[in-house]
């Protein structure tokens, strides 16, 4: 079903994969929350574990605060969907003259290749926070 939906969508392949992977990924926390349900885990408990868990993943990223931002900004492209792959951009900004096409937009950068070849990887959380033209 979500495959079918992509390809009326026009979805691109890379990403129709990396959703199919989070609705994988989505399938698995479900059955191995059943699975722990059915084995007599105490829920409590196991919201206890996971809580535990998630402070200390906060408190890595906390320290490398670039990379959350990153990864939030990653987020906010994907769903959001300002830029794709292959368009031409112009990045706004009075420091920096950026103007290409967009190769790849990873967890963390946006691969633009210049006019004269040259690749240049922008931070995600860059282009979320700078003007972009699309031309």
Known sequence: MIGRFALLNSIEVNRRKLILNLFYLLVYVIAFAILALIWGVDFKQFAVFISSVLAVLGVGFVATWSILSNLSASVILFFSNPVRIGDKIRLLDAELDIC?????????????????GHLVSLPNSMVIQKGIQIL
């Open 100 to 116: 290409g096409k967009v190769k790849d937009i990873t967890g963390f950068y946006t691969m633009i290749e210049t006019e004269n």
